[in-house]
């Protein structure tokens, strides 16, 4: 019978564990065969005995089941069924647009069930799109077609690379899988919070590609949709950039939560679209050598300690509004993510080894969709108004406001700052002036609960850098239970662009099941 052996504690993961030799030990005189790893996690609770917690997975004759079944810590296992990928025809070939999570995987999808597609992507391939980043970070020349949320792969894969995700649907555990077989570190399949870093993202989005056109699917990259064309409440075809048309009765719109010209054609065309809520702010960043000793105290640089993650939230009782740190990136930098010209807004990303100087994460209030007009476009109006204040405050050349926590609080613009990660550079800013007053009020609140938790967080080593608007889409394109539009016969919204997902896991899941109902319904 195969169980699950959880809560094993273990100091540290660098060397490998003899698992066989441990599970001999707890369990004298009983026959233990160890199998796998399911999951391993840090637990830093207690920062004098910082221990990795393993569960794993074993197998022992049935008849001595029983006496292992009665320790706390022991469980049956049960076999999950794999995804099973039927083979299917669709009568045309599928046409996705947008190259990032959930573009690719239901791509990957179509190919594994025999169905070529074609993908249009605006950006460019992810060699290319990292030199026009390097350009943006160098010289504050910016291509609004190939940055770091246009391109080959989406925003995601200039990001932590986090893959942590709340769903245990079969479609996440096939895209962990697949992410393996396409170059990931095998432990991503039982770290409690795994990430993989942009290094490694670009040679397995390189690979993803490498195999999708094996399978007979066709990249289109600097090709812009610029219009649908629909006949008869149904998708007729694409429009691009380039002047191209592509026929297509079937359409998977996987744009990303940046497209915002996608948004407004699509408003143009009575398209159903919903506001909904979205969260904004600013980074924070601070040695990581700080962070590492607020998380684990004397045990920082432990073996095996990579650089130490935090979450933080506070709930307003007063407004009911929450200030949560988002999108954590431990020895990172913070990165420059905008799209359009003037418009300046942050975010955050790490290499595999989350070994830079700094850590950072977003600090952001939640913004409900109630708190603008009836427009469905009302929040991105809002996102580029302090975009575009931002890039004033910076001096213009996608200089970033920036200001220290402390100076923040006492509302005081600094004389000087330290050095900070963040490319093309800093301008000493007043944060407290740019953010509107009732989000500065919300953060000025948070900041010394944030500090209790983590005592030394709120400190002039702490740098807020402004701004942070992309931290969803502030719209959803409705789908109905089919996953088409309401509107147009064929069109299927997917992604975090569709406001159907958050993150690269949930967004390439929803990639997934988007094709997998697409073939259900139209394949043959």
Not at 394 to 413: D, E, K
């Amino acid at each position: 019978m195969k169980l699950i052996i959880d809560n094993i504690a273990l100091p540290s993961p660098q060397e490998k564990p003899d698992f066989q030799k441990i599970l001999s030990k707890r369990f004298p005189g009983v026959p233990v065969v160890f199998l796998r790893i399911l999951r391993r996690s840090l637990d830093a609770r207690k920062k004098r005995a910082i221990v990795f917690r393993y569960r794993l997975l074993a197998e022992t004759p049935d008849e001595y089941a029983p006496s292992l079944l009665a320790f706390p810590d022991v469980t049956r296992y049960s076999e999950k069924p794999l995804m099973a990928i039927e083979k299917k025809n669709l009568p045309q070939r599928p046409l996705i647009v947008g190259a990032g999570p959930a573009g690719l995987f239901a791509a990957l999808y179509f190919a594994e069930a025999g169905v070529e597609s074609d993908i249009i992507e605006r950006g460019k391939p992810v060699d290319e799109r990292f030199r026009d980043i390097r350009m943006l970070e160098t010289h504050g020349a910016l291509n609004p077609e190939s940055n770091v949320v246009f391109g080959e792969g989406g925003a995601g894969t200039y990001s932590d690379g986090k893959l942590t995700t709340r769903t245990h649907r079969q479609e996440a555990e096939w895209f962990f899988k697949k992410l393996v077989e396409f170059g990931a570190p095998e432990e991503i399949l039982f770290e409690a919070k795994p990430h993989i870093g942009t290094d490694r993202l670009i040679s397995i989005i390189k690979a993803m590609r490498s195999h999708l056109q094996s399978s007979g699917c066709v990249f289109h990259f600097e090709t812009r949709m610029d219009d649908i064309e629909i006949t008869n409440g149904k998708i007729a075809g694409i429009k691009t950039s380039n002047g191209n048309f592509f026929d297509c009765n079937i359409a998977v719109l996987a744009t990303g939560h940046s497209a915002r010209d996608v948004y407004a054609m699509l408003q143009k065309k009575n398209i159903a679209l919903q506001k909904k809520g979205f969260a904004v702010g600013v980074r924070v960043e601070h040695p990581r050598e700080l962070i590492d000793e607020i998380q684990f105290g004397k045990e920082r640089g432990k073996a095996g300690l990579s650089s130490a993650e935090y979450f933080l939230v506070w709930n307003n009782p007063k407004t009911n509004r929450g200030v949560y740190s988002f999108c954590m990136c431990p020895g990172g930098h913070i990165i420059n993510s905008s799209s359009e010209p003037h418009r300046l807004c942050t975010n955050g990303m790490s290499n595999s080894k989350r070994n830079s100087e700094f850590s950072n994460a977003a600090i952001v209030v939640s913004i409900r969709a109630d708190d603008f007009g009836d427009d469905e476009l009302s929040g991105i109006a809002f996102q580029r108004m302090l975009e575009e204040k931002a890039y004033a405050q910076g001096g213009g050349g996608f200089m970033a406001p920036a200001q220290r926590i402390n100076s923040f609080l006492h509302r005081r613009i600094d004389a000087y700052l330290p050095e900070i990660s963040y490319l093309p550079g800093c301008t000493p800013a007043r944060i407290d002036e740019l953010l509107p007053e009732t989000l500065r009020l919300e953060i000025a609140e948070a900041l010394p609960f944030f500090n209790q938790k983590m005592p030394g967080f709120l400190s002039s080593e702490g740098i807020f850098v402004g701004i942070e608007t992309r931290t969803s889409s502030p719209v959803r394109i409705l789908r109905k239970d089919n996953f088409q539009s309401p509107a147009v016969e064929g069109l299927y919204p997917a992604g975090e662009g569709a406001g159907y997902a958050g993150g690269i896991v949930s967004s390439a899941v929803d990639g997934i099941r988007v094709a997998k109902a697409i073939l259900e319904q139209r394949g043959s």
